[in-house]
């Protein structure tokens, strides 16, 4: 019997002008660039979705409005300053 490994190496891999054509694609961890840039987009208006729904959740709490909220150029002065009225204190 002959082996096999000695007689294919002999010659070489007949490839075919009308196969494909493959060449090397790169990628990090199986995402290609081209997979990246159509899923881009989506996950950063849902990421923008999840930052609003955090800052509208936490807006309640004294020191998120204090320390975040207010420091929002042209909204923090207006819309952000919680101010008692007199006729609320009970004191």
Do not use: C
Not at 34 to 40: F, N
Not at 48 to 77: H, M, N, T
């Amino acid at each position: 019997m002959f082996a096999t490994s000695i007689l294919r190496s002999a010659y070489p891999a007949y490839k075919s002008p009308y196969g494909p054509k493959y060449q090397y694609q790169p990628h990090i961890d199986g995402i290609t660039p081209k997979q990246l840039y159509r899923i881009l987009p989506t996950a950063a208006a849902w990421g923008g979705v999840a930052l609003f729904a955090v800052i509208y959740y936490a807006s309640g709490i004294p020191r998120v409005r204090k320390d975040v909220l207010q420091r929002v150029p042209y909204l923090g002065e207006k819309y952000f300053v919680n101010e008692i009225p007199a006729s609320d204190n009970p004191f």
